[in-house]
């Protein structure tokens, strides 16, 4: 059964404190790997799409990896405006579209 | 600027009624998704559709129904069988071949009262 699990669920960082999220998936064949952020009472929001291993992405404080088995996301010298809950979702090759989500990984950052 | 709208942003349902939230897109997007959340777990698949009037069930279909009639609506009725519908609701839509993944609209909180 295709299935995603991130740790931790939640993480208090103080401002400059970097960290990482981590999402591991088990998966019949990966079409991709998707981020997500996701503020309060608001739509998830797309950051990075990686879709093999070794690959990796950066925007801003963030950056992504990717290896077989899980995804990091890394997160330098965060801010408070980074506070908020992280999605991991996969797709499955041969899949109709269909995205498998972890249960999310809530950021607070602290001035 | 295209997006995808969802409406209402709250939802009061009665016991025993029935209430259809709405997804409307301008992407041009071809298929379109209903996830439900509800808090400490993931999202998760209610229904889907690649073309017009065409859709499948996704892992939680019982208690809802949908219809595709037209490419940029994609409505979702959550029935009295449902019996535990409070819940956050996000519409999404997808354009294959994409390097994005999905949009998603804004969401609607649905409450039963």
């Known amino acids: 059964e295709d299935q995603v699990t991130q740790s931790p669920e939640a993480l208090r960082l103080q401002e400059g404190e970097s960290s990482s999220l981590n999402c591991s998936y088990t998966v019949s064949g990966l079409r991709g790997l998707f981020w997500y952020r996701q503020d309060p009472g608001k739509g998830p929001e797309f950051l990075f799409t990686?879709?093999?291993a070794g690959e990796e992405k950066e925007k801003e404080r963030l950056k992504a990896t990717l290896t077989k088995k899980e995804s990091f996301l890394h997160i330098t010298a965060p801010k408070p405006e980074d506070s908020a809950t992280y999605l991991c979702?996969?797709?499955?090759?041969?899949?109709?579209?269909?995205?498998?989500f972890g249960q999310g990984t809530t950021l607070q950052v602290k001035p | 600027d295209g997006g995808i709208t969802q409406s209402p942003k709250y939802l009061f349902r009665k016991e025993g009624q029935n209430v259809t939230l709405s997804c409307e897109q301008n992407l041009n997007h071809d298929a379109m998704y209903w996830y439900r959340q509800d808090p400490g777990q993931g999202l998760r698949l209610i229904y889907y559709s690649q073309i017009v009037n065409d859709f499948q069930k996704g892992d939680i279909a019982e208690g809802y129904s949908v219809s595709r009639e037209k490419k940029e609506s994609f409505p979702l009725t959550v029935t009295s069988a449902q019996k535990n519908p409070t819940a956050f609701y996000l519409c999404a839509s997808r354009r294959e071949p994409t390097d994005y993944g999905y949009t998603f609209g804004s969401g609607t909180r649905l409450t039963v009262v």
């Open positions: 979702a996969v797709q499955a090759t041969g899949n109709t579209g269909k995205l498998i």
């Open positions: 990686l879709y093999s």
